[in-house]
């Protein structure tokens, strides 16, 4: 298991940082992102540290993203949104903020007018929590 003790995604995995969890096996966690597009926006990342789909080793990205499909479909059975986007986004021209690989699962409403490359702004912490209880609810084994 790699670990960079730079690394914010890291230290959430180590326990170090908070987050709000809402899954988690031995090679992946899901939580919460704290700036989210929509109401359920969350993360799905690699235990170990790899920095981008460039890094990532083959098993590590698909047990990522077997852990982002469980969770999309959790969003989907508690909030009904219209669509579910699954982003991964690796460099920072493709607007990685984050070097520890990730993949944003992000509900998407009709209209709602969500574009590739955003500004983050923070959430409210305790609607977070509500939502996640929510979706946490609807993960299947
Ligand atoms: P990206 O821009 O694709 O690298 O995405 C990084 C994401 O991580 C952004 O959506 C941030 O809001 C999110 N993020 C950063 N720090 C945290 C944190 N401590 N807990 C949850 N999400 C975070
Ligand atoms: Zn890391």
Known sequence: MSHDPNCIFCKIVAGALP????????????FMDINPLN?????AIPKSHAKDVFAIEEEAIAATVKTARKVARAARAALSPAGVNL?????????????????HIIPRHTGDGLRFNWTPVPGDMAEIGRVAALIRAKIEA
Not at 19 to 30: H, R, V
Not at 39 to 43: E, K, T
């Open 19 to 30: 987050c709000t969890k809402l899954y988690e096996d031995a090679a992946t966690l899901a």
């Open 39 to 43: 109401p359920g926006h969350a993360l």
């Open 87 to 103: 982003l991964q986004s690796s460099g920072p021209a493709a607007g990685q903020s984050v070097f520890h690989l990730h993949f």
